[in-house]
């Protein structure tokens, strides 16, 4: 190599390599805070596009009309990160939302009892889930697709379709009260998410999901139960999915079969915005209440820009098929 | 006649440049042998060649014509092409619909299966490979799968082959007729890059050799003019005193694990001992039933019958986790597969063992864990910026390290090693077996199971040798050689 050549050559390299430096930490903040940015940019376009947006009371309402999606979000993205899926949990909102409704005027149980009983069955429900993708190892689509149509089924059968309200007064108070000026179903949420971040960062079962999602093969060979993983992350979900239902049946006031209809795929966007991976192993709490803050964000903006119900969906399912675009790019680059 | 150069090729990552002006000739129908520790930049100039990767200067110059990148496409067209370790195979298709996937031989719209098959049994009869071009991929074993992954290339009109640690996989039968067709292909005027780890068929194969570090050709060479020292020393840029660290003689009598009649998982009535301080090694073809073994011992498939008595207790271990328990650890085959985890940091790979044994109510001490991994990276001396590194960023002697030391944290009393050096550079293997040699010297036992007939023989006190799922064979040390290890291995 001539010896000249070497000065020029070094400046060079400190050059670029300043520049990849550079260009890696940008690429880097933007995966990292990319759904963050994206949230700050549809506040600021509503702000500036609807006077009523940025009014605190406007912002506690979006919050409150997120809580039960983020409520249920926690146990979806167990689920994800498991490298699974739940499409019951919008059915089990629903059956949750129909049994409570009917052991309180029906069988004229207390609330207490009837949201109890209620979770255990949601928790029943998801730990059934697990059960059978665990032993049957069926692939989690199809045995949760299945859940969804047996629970909508049987929330039908015990309401005969029809609605199912009159409830005591102290009931409301989950779904409708507030502590301060913030709606009890917001701090809900909040205690859920909390939670949900606490089990992730600090259990060491929360770990064990990153593990069984990452590499199922190589948790087992580390001496992890994965069977018991899967039970547990399942048996949340619908435990969570229980919550939702509750605080929703608490808001409404009246038992619906719909009350949950399509909730799975709501959340199922959000948590992927937020970069939760759909094929396992990563992703963070924190991101996934971000990307249920963008999808409330751009509801109720879209709503007081008076945009018509359909065009929302037209944007909504556009809004997923980026993120999950975004998502497999990303692993797409890796390999 | 030059037919690949690659002219002053550097390629720059964020960080690190992985290669610093490459300058390498390839002359038309030799063997070039490129060798390198993990990390030199061997897979990155591969890559150059194939137009995965595209370099930030210099000329890659083909056959006459000059080029400052490639495309994948481009460089198939001029006749370069790779064999991968991991296959380019369609499981569910036969020999022959893969190697004309994508160029199927048709009459009108419909594939013509039976003059495909015709037509790969003409390449095989070149090339003088025994496989019926009607079998389906997935019925093969990795060796042949090899072949028809060469044989597809040939079949391609490649000119320059490019093997990326071709025999790793293979067993010593399987890498015979890898040679033999390696040969083959020379003798028809295919020229071959071989990238290998073994030293051995390096010098066996290759006319030159090319010996990569740190991102840059440290030499060419003529094999002849060269040996094996030289090329380690040039290759780890330090001199390597040898390649089996000595230890002290540390076998007692106690024994540790006793086998009785195992049976299960494709083997049957194993009956064996290990004592304290031991590595007993296992033997055997691939497919001889060495991993099968082991997965019983640790607990990944069930047995049908036989005891196993670890420590004067009886053990039943139904999971991997019952295992650990017991005090057993198993490194195993699959590094990527079943070893790490890629997306987690190094710390928590270390700790995914022990994590309920270091928990409080359910919450990781994650002071105890820092500890635990700081100790564990720094006794095995884990190349990494932190411990917060994702294991996917290590290269392949650092992730194997992370994985024993995942299982010295747990404590073990007995280690099962399968195949704990393959695909690991000459300096990381040196350091894996000092470290097999600390475990036995502090009384633990090692059950070895290697392909790696030096290994093998490099590192145990005594051999069992298995074929077809039974034991046919023990040797003490003094017996130890590659022919009476073949010999009980391969006899029918």
């Known amino acids: ?335 | 006649m030059l037919l690949l150069q690659l002219k002053n090729i550097t390629k720059r990552y964020p960080g690190v440049v992985a290669l610093k002006g490459v300058n390498l000739d390839v002359v038309k129908g030799e063997v070039h042998a490129l060798v390198g520790e993990n990390g030199a930049g061997k897979s990155t100039l591969i890559k150059v060649c194939t137009g995965a990767v595209v370099p930030n200067e210099g000329q890659i110059v083909i056959q006459g014509r000059e080029f400052s990148c490639l495309t994948p496409k481009l460089s198939a067209q001029m006749g370069i092409a790779v064999i991968y370790q991991e296959f380019n195979l369609v499981d569910g298709l036969s020999v022959a619909e893969n190697i004309f996937l994508g160029r199927a031989i048709r009459k009108g719209i419909v594939i013509d299966r039976k003059a495909m098959a015709k037509e790969a049994a003409r390449i095989f009869r070149q090339l003088d490979i025994d496989i019926d071009p009607n079998e389906l991929v997935a019925n093969l074993t990795v060796g042949y799968q090899q072949l028809v992954e060469i044989a597809k290339a040939v079949s391609q009109n490649a000119q320059i082959l490019i093997m990326d640690e071709p025999s790793a996989p293979l067993t010593q039968v399987e890498a015979e007729s890898l040679y033999a067709m390696i040969e083959k292909l020379k003798a028809s005027g295919v020229t071959i890059v071989y990238i290998s780890h073994r030293m051995k068929e390096v010098f066996r194969l290759s006319d030159r050799i090319t010996v990569m570090r740190d991102g840059q050709i440290i030499e060419t060479m003529n094999t002849a003019d060269t040996n094996l020292d030289n090329l380690v020393k040039l290759m780890v840029g330090r001199e390597l005193t040898e390649t089996y660290p000595p230890r002290k003689p540390c076998v007692s009598d106690d024994v540790l694990l006793e086998v009785q009649n195992l049976s299960g998982n494709g083997v049957h009535d194993i009956n064996l001992q290990i004592r304290k301080g031991e590595v007993l090694g296992l033997a055997g073809l691939m497919g001889a039933g060495r991993t099968q073994l082991a997965e019983l011992l640790f607990g990944v498939k069930p047995k049908t019958k036989g005891r196993v008595v670890l420590n004067g207790n009886e053990i039943h271990p139904r999971l991997p986790k019952e295992a650990i328990e017991c005090g057993i650890a198993l490194v195993p085959e699959d590094r990527k597969r079943q070893g790490v985890l890629l997306e987690l940091d190094v710390k928590g790979n270390i700790s995914m063992a022990i994590l309920e044994r270091i928990s409080r109510f359910l919450t990781v001490n994650k002071k105890e864990e820092q500890r635990i991994a700081e100790y564990h990276r720094e006794s095995l001396r884990i190349k990494t910026p932190t411990l917060e590194q994702k294991v996917k960023n290590l290269s392949g002697g650092n992730q194997q390290k992370v994985i024993i030391a995942k299982w010295l944290a747990s404590e073990p009393t007995l280690v099962i090693f399968d195949e704990p050096t393959r695909g690991i550079d000459v300096g990381a293997k040196s350091e894996i077996y000092t470290l097999l040699n600390r475990l036995v010297e502090s009384g633990k036992a090692v059950l070895m199971i290697s392909s790696e007939m030096e290994e093998v023989m490099g590192m145990s006190d005594r051999i069992l040798v298995l074929r077809d799922g039974r034991i046919v064979g023990e040797l003490e040390r003094k017996e130890f050689s590659q022919e009476a290890i073949m010999g009980l291995a391969s006899q029918s």
């Open chain 1, 1 to 335: 190599m001539p010896r000249r050549a070497e000065g020029t050559r070094k400046e060079t390299v400190k050059y670029s390599t300043l520049r990849n430096t550079l260009g890696s930490v940008a690429a880097s903040i933007g995966k990292q805070y990319g759904i963050h940015i994206v949230l700050l940019t549809l506040v600021l376009f509503f702000s500036f596009a609807s006077e009523d947006f940025f009014a605190s009371s406007n912002l506690l309402n979006v919050a409150r009309q997120v809580s039960m999606m983020g409520i249920a979000a926690v146990g979806f993205s167990f689920v994800l990160l498991l490298g699974g899926i739940d499409l019951s949990i919008g059915s089990l909102v629903s059956l949750v939302n129909i049994v409570t409704a009917w052991l309180m005027v029906n069988a004229g149980w207390s609330p207490v009892p009837a949201v109890i009983l209620a979770l255990v069955l949601s928790a029943a429900v998801g730990f059934s889930n697990g059960w059978i993708i665990a032993n049957l190892q069926m692939p989690p689509i199809i045995v949760t697709l299945a859940m969804m149509i047996i629970i909508e089924g049987v929330a039908y059968l015990i309401c005969r379709g029809l609605p199912i309200f009159g409830f005591p007064k102290s009931f409301s108070v989950i779904g409708q009260g507030y502590v301060g000026p913030v709606p009890i179903p917001v701090i809900i949420m909040a205690v859920i998410m909390g939670l949900g971040m606490f089990i992730l960062k600090n259990t060491y079962f929360g770990r064990y999901f990153y593990a069984v999602g990452g590499n199922e093969e190589a948790a087992e060979l580390s001496g992890i139960d994965v069977k018991r993983v899967k039970y547990l992350v399942y048996t949340l979900s619908g435990f969570f999915a229980g919550i939702a239902g509750i605080v929703i049946l608490s808001r409404t006031n009246s038992g619906q079969v719909l009350s949950g209809k399509g909730l799975e795929f709501d959340v199922l966007t959000a948590c992927v915005l937020g970069g939760v991976s759909v094929s396992g192993g990563v992703g963070k709490i924190s991101n996934v209440l971000a990307g249920i803050l963008v999808l409330g964000v751009l509801s109720n903006g879209l709503v007081l820009l008076d945009v018509s119900q359909f065009v929302q969906m037209v944007i909504k399912g556009a809004v997923l098929l980026a993120a999950v675009a975004l998502d497999c790019l990303q692993h797409r680059k890796k390999t």
